[in-house]
């Protein structure tokens, strides 16, 4: 048996929003997107290097506020992209921590992406 990284589900509630933060804002690709039917909740991929993430709208699949890291190499250069956009949401600082380096970025709907380095940059 050998088993895969886990793809963590996050919740959002706003199509346009999710777009403008995985998308515009961290640079993520839409790797697909599902609908039972047009109308109802949405359901996509988005992924970026070997970062995969599954975003509902579907009220069961997940709770809003959830947190997760992410392994980060280039942490510093990731953060000067992210600031060169001026996103109006989000200006990331790098934290130091006992096990390294965060930067965490909230979403629109209170999910905390922790991009986490083990080493410096």
């Known amino acids: 048996m050998k088993l895969a990284p886990p793809i963590p589900i996050l919740r959002i509630f706003d199509e346009a929003k999710a777009l403008e933060f995985y998308i515009d804002f961290l640079g993520f690709r839409v790797d697909f997107e599902h609908r039972f039917e ?26 809003p506020g959830s947190a997760l890291r992410i392994e980060t190499e280039g ?6 992209s ?29 999910n905390r992406l922790v991009f986490s380095s083990l080493s410096p940059d």
């Open 82 to 110: 992210l600031l060169a956009k001026q996103y109006k949401n989000a200006r990331p600082g790098i934290e130091q921590a006992p096990w390294g380096r965060d930067m965490t970025v909230q979403d629109p709907f209170g």
């Open 75 to 80: 942490l510093d250069e990731f953060q000067q």
């Open 38 to 63: 047009p109308g109802l909740p949405l359901y996509m991929q988005v992924s970026r290097d070997g970062c995969v993430l599954h975003l509902s709208e579907h009220h069961g699949d997940a709770t």
